[in-house]
């Protein structure tokens, strides 16, 4: 599983070879799974995950050729308990047996010696049975550069990668992130800075670096600053569709090429099948592709 | 396990009866424990996480009576794997037994629906099975007002209670929390007054509210104004010990009253034998004592 290549470098060539910078987000909603996944399961922790899993490694075979990574949100499997962090290791290897990268949604961060422990645990190598593994993990930055130092490090060693949130999707990221400051800009903007600085040294054959940001997708006219503070970082831009996110709006993420970002949709394809009808599983690839062809266009 | 008294009456009722406002963090370093706890256990996540539940249920009984609260630390359960959550669940349940308050390590934060899942996960009641509970959580206010509102919501429904970070006790901090806004103020500052809004509906019988702040023990200079800032919040106090707070320097936190403030140590109390020798759980109790008569002193 170790590969000395580095994570920008194994982006940029998973997307050319695929055609696609989508990136599905698994976010099980445990109301609004299919009702098959749940046949035959037992009630309890266990008999969640297992249908969680069912529901998971279908998206997966459904959505693979036409996306690059998946990303699968911790909250929703730790909400279910340890047997769906089991889960979630088999469903990581299921991903990346397709072919696909995984970005584990995490967003974790704290001081140094507590931010090196989840580093181990999601991006370096481990034994059976100690939870799922990511291709890169989010991260939050409020803690600061020793917070972050650590993530870095164990990534850079593994050719894994992180998205630190420099500027996130929702309303209330204006709250903190889009404070100005006495020195000039904003907080999301001195984080872009820090973030360019932590990435400098991973920059790989791509011009693509190991430190990627958070940058939402429901707040486009951002992206020509972001871009310009963060030349060389891959772009996580979640808010696509339930959040209002248009795929149109965000090129300027695109200036580095294919790996420049990744254009991230999770219960719009994961639930696609309530607005298209018919499986979920038909209803996700329809969806995934059409996605696929929008942002792929934003590349060229 | 649901308590409709507010958590800021049940820490204030706690710390009363146990005339302590000393919080243990359980940050189980693998390298360090003792050889004792390794004996007969199988290789792998599944053995390691019953070493680690040995060392953590006996630093439980020897500090109980000094101690009004754990607080483990969830990176280093996650980085063994799903059997070390399983694990702690356990260890949060041997905690409660023992008359002491949980508070779950975890610094989460995210979207709205996101955060809501997270809450459920740590903070609403939970079947046998479905990992950790605690009676309050960190949480990381980077997203800002509507990241944090599902944690309200649910602690509040459950009478548990949060501590958000607002300026953490690494030297990091500076980066991002200390940095004036041209409006005046700082970063952490704002926090500051989002905690404070945000615990306003929740303060109960004792003045303290279910919505608390990270204020670390290593920049006391900054708790009279914090203090002033969240009247009514409790403050959990990290970094005595081996991140260099001192615990004399503190009072300011308890200008509310003793469930103004946790007093959290770590290292310093799990890893004390490596200073005073002699059987772990012998030098954890004396090192709470200590900690302990200290502290409480600062509520009177």
Known sequence: MIDTATFGARLDAAARARQSVVCVGLDPDLARLPEAVWHGVRSGPAGTARAVERFCNGIIEAVAEHAVAIKPQLAFFEAIGPPALSALERICESARAAGLLVVLDGKRG????????????????????????????????????????????????????????????????????????????????????????????????????????????????????????????????????????????????????????????????????EQLGGKPEEAARAEASRLRELAWGLTR
Chains 1, 2 share one sequence.
């Open 110 to 273: 704290d001081i140094g010696s507590t931010s090196a422990a989840y580093a181990s645990a999601y991006l370096a190598p481990g034994v059976e049975g100690s939870g799922p593994r990511g291709d890169a993990l989010t991260v939050n930055p409020y803690l600061g550069d020793d917070g972050l130092e650590p993530f870095v490090a164990t990534s850079r060693a593994h050719g894994r990668g992180l998205f630190v949130l420099v500027r996130t999707s929702n309303p209330g990221a204006a709250d903190v992130q889009d404070q100005q400051l006495s020195g000039g800009g904003t907080v999301s903007g001195r984080l872009a800075a820090l973030v360019a600085e932590l990435g400098a040294g991973g920059i790989g054959r791509a011009g693509i670096s190991d430190v990627g940001a958070v940058t939402g997708a429901t707040v486009p006219g951002m992206l020509p600053a972001l871009r310009e503070a963060m030349p060389n970082a891959p772009f996580l831009l979640p808010g696509v569709g339930a959040q209002g996110g248009r795929v149109e709006d965000l090129a300027p993420a695109f200036a580095p090429g294919p790996a420049g970002g990744l254009v991230s949709a999770s219960r719009g394809i994961v639930q696609a099948y």
